[in-house]
């Protein structure tokens, strides 16, 4: 996932069941883009992806319903929230005439591509970056937040301010993840702790077996809103292989070849950014994690 921030603080498949979530059960979560029953629509050709939705007269979305601040189901509500089920939510309004036009699926990490070829789903928005495999497979529009690379270390501990900083430190990444590569690459003498989960290095960051987590934002920016003045998060932007900033770009994943839809997800990204609707969508969501002055990204995709 890399969030542009002006101040540069804040981006074996298994293919499991489809677990759609229907709105009676999961009410809709987002105050901003649900408000006003319904709206003008423009209608699109019957034999575009938008409309046969608008012919359907509901968005099918995969999304996440365990990510919080993008998509997480409220233990207290029952409700969808998070800044994915609001531009979820958005699109169904803008092709709709109602952000209550929607069906949600569950996607996981796992089975997101499947579920866009085998048209479980019309889009995916679930903190779903591309790389060269999915690209493969499907095609992204956006993206509509970057989230670079940071470090996560207890609120009291001043002792990490820069990428420099981690040398010598003992740093928690995820099996497998960018940071795994990018830390030793940026930090040479930094000691490399690495576990199977984000919730683990959480953990033993908490416990103080170690100074800090890094992986992207976004991601430390849930477990801080889950974990309210325990941490904080240090800029520590890293550099990939090729010597530019890594960092996830969150897009919007449809199937591949359909030009259409892309070019209609673009210019709604487009609108929104101009008209102050994702930053009404970022205030509400990871403004309250981490303040300050957000800009939307530029269309990549």
Do not use: W
């Given at each position: 996932?890399?969030?542009?921030?002006?101040?540069?603080?804040?981006?074996?498949?298994?293919?499991?069941?489809?677990?759609?979530?229907?709105?009676?059960?999961?009410?809709?979560?987002?105050?901003?883009?649900?408000?006003?029953?319904?709206?003008?629509?423009?209608?699109?050709?019957?034999?575009?992806?938008?409309?046969?939705?608008?012919?359907?007269?509901?968005?099918?979305?995969?999304?996440?319903?365990?990510?919080?601040?993008?998509?997480?189901?409220?233990?207290?509500?029952?409700?969808?929230?998070?800044m994915d089920i609001q531009l979820a939510q958005g699109i169904a309004k803008d092709l709709t005439g109602s952000a209550s036009n929607i069906e949600y699926v569950e996607v996981n990490s796992g089975n997101r591509e499947v579920f866009l070829q085998e048209h479980k789903v019309d889009i995916v928005i679930a903190t779903y970056p591309p790389n060269p495999a999915r690209e493969k497979a499907v095609d992204f529009a956006g993206p509509y937040l970057m989230s670079p690379i940071g470090?996560?270390?207890?609120?009291?501990?001043?002792?990490?301010?820069?990428?420099?900083?981690?040398?010598?430190?003992?740093?928690?990444?995820?099996?497998?993840?960018?940071?795994?590569?990018?830390?030793?690459?940026?930090?040479?003498?930094?000691?490399?702790?690495?576990?199977?989960?984000?919730?683990?290095?959480?953990?033993?960051?908490?416990q103080r077996r170690l100074e800090g987590v890094t992986t992207t934002q976004s991601i430390l920016l849930g477990l801080m809103s889950q974990n309210p003045g325990k941490f904080k998060l240090v800029s520590t932007e890293l550099l990939n292989t090729k010597g530019v900033k890594a960092s996830d770009n969150d897009s919007i994943g449809l199937p591949k070849g359909d030009k259409a839809l892309h070019d209609y997800l673009d210019s709604y990204l487009k609108k929104i950014f101009a008209n102050g609707e994702w930053k009404k969508m970022y205030d509400s969501t990871l403004d309250t994690v981490m303040p300050g002055d957000a800009t939307p990204p530029p269309i990549l995709y």
């Open positions: 996932m890399t969030f542009m921030k002006r101040s540069h603080i804040l981006a074996s498949v298994a293919v499991a069941a489809a677990c759609t979530l229907g709105m009676s059960e999961y009410a809709v979560g987002a105050e901003h883009s649900a408000e006003g029953a319904s709206m003008a629509v423009k209608a699109y050709p019957a034999d575009t992806a938008m409309g046969k939705i608008q012919e359907r007269g509901k968005l099918i979305v995969g999304v996440k319903v365990d990510f919080p601040l993008f998509g997480l189901k409220n233990p207290v509500t029952g409700k969808l929230e998070g470090t996560m270390v207890n609120k009291d501990d001043d002792s990490i301010k820069h990428v420099s900083d981690l040398n010598g430190k003992n740093i928690c990444v995820t099996k497998g993840s960018g940071s795994e590569t990018f830390v030793p690459l940026n930090a040479p003498k930094a000691k490399l702790t690495v576990f199977s989960s984000i919730t683990e290095c959480m953990e033993a960051l908490q």
